[in-house]
Each structure stands twice: as C-alpha cells, then as structure tokens.
C-alpha cells in the first residue's frame, strides 16, 4: 500500500543521504537493558508474643516505587509477610547491644533487626539512607505520575521517558552532598554474599520450620502459589553434603523427570535408582552451588586452642559417613553396569540359539530327504551286467556314509542346543539374585541416607556447642582470675578501650549523618508545605474569580436587561470566561511555574498536542474542555484504584518475573499505569517474539541497521516521505529534529530488511511511532515484528492487504450479530463503514481516539493479540449506537463516523462494553471465519484479475487496429 500525497517529492539523494547517518541512539540501544541492582537480602527480624518473641529470618527487598522495604518468609514467596515504610523512617543502633541488631522507627512503630555482622549491619544502614536520601529528592521534584507511585522502579525508557515537562523544585547543593560524604562510614565489605539475588538459597542457620500465626493466610497462599505449576522460581531440590579428606562435594536429589516427558539423554554423572517401583531420583554433582563451610574453616586454630590431630580426630567420623554412601553409589553404579552387560550377553546367546534351532531344523529337513529318495537295499542276484550292479553298491554306501556323518553333526548340534539351554537358565538365576541384590542395597542406600540426615544434624548442634564453649573459653582466658594477675592485663583493658573508642567514633558518625539527613529531609517537608499552600491559595483566589463571573453570568440571564445601543453584560462578562479559558500561558505572566492555576499543559503525557493553536477559537475552546475532562476522570477514585492494583500486582512479583494468568489478564483490561507500561510492554513483547529471538544473535538489530546503512533500500523513499507524516501532532515526530524521527527511520529501515516481501506499507509508520513512545529502538523493531508476523494474519500489510479486507467482512458479520439495529441501519441507508473501521485495523485505532483510552487499547492488545481490535471496534459504534440510529441521512451517518471517536472520554465505560457486552468472543469464530471469507476474497481478486487482463488486451488490440484505419475512412 504506496499512496503519495500531491505535492510531497523526495529529493533522490535523500534517502542514501540518511541511509548512510549512522544512528545516534546506538549507544541506547547498547546500555538500555542494564537494570539497576536490588537492594535484598536475608535479615533477622525480631517478631512475635510472650514466649514466642524471638528473631526469625526473613527475605528483605526494597522497592523504589513507594520507598518500602518489603520482607518475605523466603525469596520464592509471592506475598509479602508486611512492610516497613522507609520514606520517613530514621534509623539507630547500640555499640553495646547485640553485635548487627539495629532499629528502624517510623510512624508509630518500632522494628528490630538483626544483621549476621557488624560489616553486613553498617552496609543496610547505608544503602537505607542512601535510598531514603533519593527517594526525598525524587518526591520533591513534583514529578508523580501516578497517585500511588511517587518514584519508579524502572522509568519509562522510550521517547516519553525523556519529557521534563513537569515543575522542578530547588535541587539540594553539592555541599551537602560532600557533607554527608564525610559523614559516610565505611564498610569493609558488602555483606560477605549476605546481601543480593546470591543470597537468595538460604540463611545459614535459618529454621525452616518456624511458624506464625499473624501471617497464617499470606504463608498459605504463598504455599499455594509455589506449588501451583509455572509459578515457581525455583525448582525444589533436596540437599546433602559429603565431606571427604580435603575438599566437600555437594550432591543434589533432583525430581523425578515428568513422565510425560521422558529423558532420553543422561548426565554422565547422574545415576538412577529406584525403590521398588514407586521412588525415582537423582544424584546429581553440583559444581554451582556454593561449598557448605566445614567446621575447620569456621574455626580458628589460634582461638580455640585445639591442635590439628584434636580436629582430625573428630572430623573422621564425618569423613567415614561421607565415604560410605559414596562408595555404595559407586557399588551400585558397577553392578548395574555388570547387570546391563549380562542382559546383552543373554539378548546374543538368545540370537545364537535361535539360529542354531534354524540350522538343526534345516538339517533335520535334509536328513529326512535324504532318507526318502535313498533306494532300498538287495542281495545281490547273478546279472548279465555285473559292472551295473557293483555301481549301485557303491551308491548305496555312500549314502549310508553321508547319512551317518549327517546324525553325527545332528547330535553335536542338540548337545549345544542342551549346554546353551543350561548357560541361559543359570544366567537368569544369575539375574534374579543380582535383582534381589540391588533392591537390597537400594534399601541399605536408603537408611544410610537417613542416618547420614541425622547424623549431619547432630554435627550441626555439636558445631554449635563448640563454637559457644571455644568463645566461653577464650573470653574466661582473656579475663584472669583475681587471685593470680596477668602481667598483660593492662595492655589487654587498653585493646578494650580502643575497640570500644572506635565503635562509638562509628556510632557517633553515623548518628551524627542521621541528624543531618533528617534535619534536611524536614526542612525540604517544610518547604513543599509553603510551596503547596501558596498553589492552594492561588487556586482559591482563582476559584473565586471565576465564581462571581458565572453568577454575575447567571444573574444576567435570570433578569436580562434588553438594550440595542450598548453591550448587553452578560455577552461582556461571557467573552472576558473566553479570554480567560484560552489565555495563553505566557512566560512574563508573575506567578511562579508552580503557581500556575492553569492544570492543562500544551501537551499531554504522551507527547500530543492538547489545544491545537491552528485552530478557530470554537475548535480550541472544545479541546480544552475535553482535555479538562480527560484530566478529572484520570482523578477519580477507580482509576486511583486501579494505580494501587497494579502495585500491589508488581510488589508481589519482586521476587520473579511477570507470569500470564487470569489476575494478569484482567489488570491488563483496566490499563497499564504510565508509570509502568514501559516495564510491561516490553515484556509483552519479549513474550510474543521470544521464539524468533533465541533462534537469532544478540546483535541481531544491529546487523540490519549496519546492512541498511551499507546497500540502497527500495523502500526508503517512501518511508522518508511518511516519517514527518506520521504524527504530526505529536511533539516527538513534529519536526526532522525532532528526537523519534531518527529512531523511526531506523526500525522502519530494519524492518524493511527483515521482511523484503512488505518492505514498507503505510500504516506500519504509525505502529512503529507508538511503540517508540514507551520502547527503545530495539524492543520497538521487535514490537513491530510481534505485531505483523505473530498478531496480524499473512498477507496483512503486503500490496494486496488481502488479510485486511478479509477482516472487514469478518467484523460485517460480527456486527450484525453483536450489533443487528445498527447493522439493519447502516444497511438501509447504504453506509460502508468499512472506509472508516479499515484504518481501525491496519493501525490499531491510532489517529482515531483520544490519547488515554488509545493507549489502554494498545495495552491489552499487545498482552490478548488481534482480538481486542474487534472487540473495541464494536464498543465503539455501541458506545454511539443511539446518536448514530437518529442519523437519518447517508451523508450525516458517514460525516459522524468520521469524527465520533473523538468524541469518547470516558474509557471505563467504553472498557466495560468490550469486555463485557460484547461477550462471549472466542478467538476461534474469528479463525473460522477468516478462513471462510479469504477463500471468497481470493476468487474475487483472481476474478478481478482476469477481467483486468481481458482488458489490457482488447485495448491493444483496439490500438493495433486503429493504426491500420486510413485518414479518410476514420473521417468517415
């Protein structure tokens, strides 16, 4: 589909021109897939009643979105156990207290948590004022989008992730960045692997038993959500640890395989055992998990004064309980290798002595042959011809001779027939008691699993009970007796002293950069209150003008005073509320940026224009109103609501990636939050296209663009003329230095490289420009792809658009099901709506509707596919049914289906006739009648075709006999 406009010529070098620019934003493309690290890892929390008071692990994660730190029961939980508010949080610790316990106080509550040392304990604390510290700056630069999300998790990495156009308040100065600087503490290390997505496997010393009674219905369903299948994380594996001289080895027991998938392929380390015929498992060497400490690496020689001979002694059980299993899996593995060996010995014996059978029945066969055709023997009688006579004697003697050594070989062969029968039946004994065998160690194997399990934890709780009583010992060491004084005792209170001198020299900085933070962070509370009360003023005072000029105006036409020569007032006082609505907001006005009564900006989140300057002053004062209203539907509460589902939907999805489901579904029909659709588009996308991009090399895009770059494209002519064509409306495609024009050109020019047989059509333009609103270039291309080679049917977007005519009679017959008063209406007035719903479908709506609700289209349609384009095609026209049915002229009816769609706001209503009057809407009737009306539309085309042809040639033809016509017969 190659349409120009009149008057659009390209200049022909153009197009080499910009083919050879290399792309600006390679270096997006590049650094656009690095995401910020999480801050999360495993802390003690103390929790709990009475008795039960005491400090259980959890898995803590920060999220930047509302500044709160989340905790779980486990990283594979969906369900927070709760939160800690850290936006207004201050924080402190005691030198003397329990080594890693710190306090975090909000409002009205106190929490207690409990790093595993001081390093990992310093380390929190400065990533939880740091974070607290950002969120502060980003609160109070006015720019939320959302009412439930002051700060983003991931911000918007498309065209729209770059606008500014939001007030900025005063940014704090770089000396108090260098202050707090200096009041840093310095941490010797991040944790030791306590802290980040590593230390996801599991605390040390966690009890996974614990239990709690406040949170009974979060663990449930978080139990529920592991177990439910494609939900999972992790897979479930079960653990233990054999230790030998030097070094330990970790062997996982993995899950039985699926039966409905059977392994054909084995690791060559992994073995197979089973217990009778209901257990399966694995053994399986894990080189990525990291080493269990042995106990010798915990514990130093020097502090527990404990000779190696003392430790070699004691861990010598352990080594021999780690041996044996060992050396039973080895058992095992040989016997079964001697036992698979057999069974093919016996499969050749078993060939061996079928083809012996054969052979003893072949001879058998001949022996019996032989013995019918030999003559029977006679005396012999005086003949004529004796020579005759002693011939045949002779023939009958070898055959007698042939038939013994036949019997012979007969009987040699059925004594190894016999010996091969004997062999077979020993080896199956032979099998048999090595099966009884290996069930046996099958079992032993097993109860030396078990007490091996036991035995590793009573080494556990030994462990402990010697590291208590070494530290006992060494602390009773340090301290002396009275009775005997230590000539060391003096410089040992010294060591004390500046241990302690040093800890509160930590304590007091760290005290000290929390004042400071706090002061700060109320002095910046203090000042967004003035700043907002002055905008609330000023709003007031607004208010109140506005107020008294309508109930003057209301005044004037309950009394109307009736006079020709001079103005009436209510005209005056309606022209100055006209004036005032389409003021212009000027730079010299007095009021500060923030102050600004005036709520509607030039353009909207999304780039477009929303007070077209061009216009008459009637068309101007109807966008601002619709733009006014846009801006108080997108406050009330359901779309508040709607905000928080989605937060609460992502807070419960830190722990893993987004998962399709019926919760997901029905979220993605409310809309995507501005926010977050970034985050989710793109992995809409990844999913859709997933299965062409593992096939593909990373630099897959890049290569097209360097390929574009290098050789003449056919299609660049035209996607130079459509690129300023696409949306002129809209801020980032307005001008040719706009900064999506670039960005444009590239994916349509790849896009054209990847699929030659559409190139480019138009349309295509439009779709590449929405998805470049939200993605980068790359996840914009792959976007485009997912759209025309995943969503749209083949033969889409080519010359023909034959997929696109087949899915105006698919909606034909749709709407007279959906929609049959409209349809009889339409049908009796000889109105073909599919001029208007055509660019419906080939550009999902864009162009058609208003920015807010075009976007929520697109949002389901990226996650549902081509359906949603039915499916609010024909909200639209019931949205308009009864305005359209008092239309009683063609002419009216086609000007209104021209201009209706911009006329929708309230995209809840418009939601709530797709996705609930229009059901049921089975994917399935729309396949079945595609494939019904495309064979009705190939006939037509070919039809269409051959009529063409006839044309063409009787038209040659008619030339070719007009150049044979004389000049005086052709004037007659």
């Known amino acids: 589909m190659h349409e120009e406009e009149d008057g659009s010529e390209a200049n022909p070098c153009t197009a080499s021109r910009i083919v050879a620019t290399r792309s600006v934003d390679v270096a997006e493309v590049e650094g656009a897939k690095e995401q910020p690290s999480k801050l999360c890892g495993y802390l003690n929390k103390l929790s709990g009643k009475g008795l039960l008071r005491g400090y259980k692990p959890r898995w803590f994660v920060y999220d930047p979105r509302k500044c709160y730190l989340y905790y779980f029961k486990t990283p594979q939980d969906a369900l927070p156990l709760g939160h800690i508010e850290i936006g207004d949080a201050c924080f402190s610790y005691d030198v003397e207290g329990e080594e890693g316990q710190f306090e975090v106080r909000t409002t009205g509550q106190e929490f207690l948590l409990k790093a595993p040392s001081r390093q990992v304990m310093h380390y929190w604390l400065q990533q939880l004022q740091q974070k607290r510290w950002e969120y502060s700056n980003t609160r109070g630069s006015g720019q939320r989008d959302s009412w439930s999300s002051p700060t983003l998790a991931y911000a918007p990495t498309g065209l729209v992730g770059k606008d500014n156009d939001a007030p900025i308040f005063e940014k704090l100065s770089d000396s108090m960045e260098k202050v707090r ?84 392929k084995h690791h060559s380390d992994t073995h197979r055992h089973s217990f009778g015929s209901a257990f399966t498992f694995d053994f399986v060497r894990n080189s990525a998990r990291p080493k269990k400490p042995l106990l010798r690496d915990m514990m130093g020689s020097g502090r527990f004064g404990r000779t190696a001979e003392t430790r070699s002694a004691e861990s010598s059980p352990v080594e021999f309980n780690g041996n044996k299993p060992l050396e039973m899996q080895l058992r095992l593995q040989s016997q079964q290798e001697e036992l698979s060996r057999m069974q093919h010995e016996q499969a050749k014996l078993r060939e061996e002595l079928a083809s012996q059978k054969e052979l003893v029945r072949l001879l058998q066969q001949t022996l019996r042959t032989s013995q019918c055709d030999r003559q029977p023997v006679h005396r012999p009688s005086p003949a004529p011809d004796s020579s005759a006579a002693s011939d045949q004697t002779r023939g009958s003697e070898v055959t007698l001779q042939e038939a013994g050594q036949l019997e012979a070989l007969l009987q040699e062969r059925n004594g190894q027939i016999q010996d091969l029968c004997g062999h077979m039946e020993r080896l199956a004994l032979e099998k048999e008691s090595l099966q009884q065998e290996l069930k046996g160690l099958k079992i032993k194997v097993g109860e030396i699993n078990d007490q091996l399990g036991m035995l590793m934890e009573t080494i556990q709780a030994k462990d402990e009970v010697i590291i208590k009583l070494s530290q006992q010992s060494s602390e009773q060491s340090g301290t002396p007796n009275e009775g005997s004084p230590s000539p060391n005792k003096d410089q040992d209170e010294v060591d004390i002293l500046k241990d302690s001198l040093q800890g509160y020299k930590s304590q007091n900085k760290f005290l000290n950069k929390e004042i400071l933070e706090l002061t700060v962070l109320r002095r910046s509370a203090e000042s967004r209150e003035k700043t907002l009360e002055a905008k609330y003023t000023a709003l007031e005072a607004k208010l109140c003008q506005v107020e008294s000029k309508y ?354 706001l309230d995209s809840r209503k418009l939601m709530s006739i797709a996705f609930g009057d229009m059901n049921p809407f089975p994917m399935r009737q729309i396949q079945n009648r595609r494939s019904f009306h495309l064979e009705k539309v190939r006939l037509e085309l070919t039809e269409l075709e051959a009529i063409r042809q006839t044309f063409l040639r009787e038209r040659e033809t008619s030339q070719d006999r007009r150049s044979f016509v004389s000049d005086d017969e052709e004037d007659n």
């Open 181 to 264: 600087s200096d009041f840093a503490m310095e941490t010797e290390t991040d944790g030791g692997g306590m802290v980040g997505i590593q230390s996801a496997r599991g605390p040390s010393g966690a009890n996974p038993l614990n239990f709690s009674l406040k949170n009974f219905g979060t663990e449930l369903r978080n139990s529920m959500s592991y177990l439910r299948p494609g939900r999972g994380g992790e897979s479930r594996r079960s653990v233990f640890y054999t230790n030998s001289n030097s070094n330990a080895e970790e062997w996982e027991l993995v899950d039985a395989p699926n039966k409905e998938f059977p392994e054909h």
């Open 551 to 904: 109930l003057v105006l209301l005044q004037e036409v309950k009394n109307p005073v009736c006079s020709s020569s001079e103005q009436s007032p209510a005209r005056e006082v309606i022209s100055r509320l006209l004036e005032d609505a389409l003021q212009a907001e000027s730079s010299d006005q007095p009021e500060h940026l923030i102050f600004k009564p005036n709520i509607v900006s030039e353009y909207d989140t999304f780039g477009f224009k929303t007070v077209p300057e061009e216009e008459e002053e009637e068309e101007r004062l109807v966008a601002k109103v619709r733009a006014l209203e846009l801006k108080s539907l997108s406050m009330t509460d359901q779309e508040v609501s709607v905000g928080v589902k989605w937060e609460n939907y992502l807070a419960s999805t830190m722990n893993r990636d987004l998962v399709r489901s019926p919760e997901l579904k029905a979220l993605f029909r409310y809309g995507v939050p501005h926010e977050h659709r970034s985050q989710v588009w793109r992995w809409c996308v990844s999913f859709h296209v997933k299965k062409f991009r593992d096939n593909l090399a990373p630099d897959y895009y890049e290569t097209l663009l360097n390929v574009a770059r290098d050789k003449p494209n056919p299609a660049s002519k035209q996607i130079e003329l459509d690129l300023l064509r696409t949306l002129p409306n809209n801020k980032h495609y307005s001008s040719p230095s706009a900064g999506g024009i670039q960005k444009l050109r590239n994916v349509l020019m790849a896009f054209s490289w990847r699929n030659p047989d559409i190139g480019y059509c138009q349309g295509l333009n439009r779709l590449a420009a929405i998805a470049l609103l939200y993605l980068d270039q790359e996840d914009a291309f792959w976007c485009l792809i997912a759209i025309v080679e995943v969503f749209m049917p083949r033969d889409y977007y080519t010359k023909t658009l034959l997929g696109s005519q087949v899915d105006q009679r698919v909606f034909k017959d749709l709407m007279s099901e959906k929609l049959p008063r409209l349809h009889v209406h339409f049908e009796q007035y000889k109105v073909d709506f599919s001029l208007i719903t055509f660019n419906w479908f080939l550009v999902v709506f864009v162009d058609s509707l208003v920015s807010d609700i075009l976007f929520k289209i697109w949002d389901a349609f990226l996650y549902e596919g081509p359906k949603i384009i039915f499916r609010f095609a024909l909200a639209l026209l019931k949205y308009k049914e009864e305005e359209f049915l008092k239309l009683e002229d063609s002419t009216a009816i086609f000007k209104y289906l021209r201009y209706f769609t911009g006329t929708i």
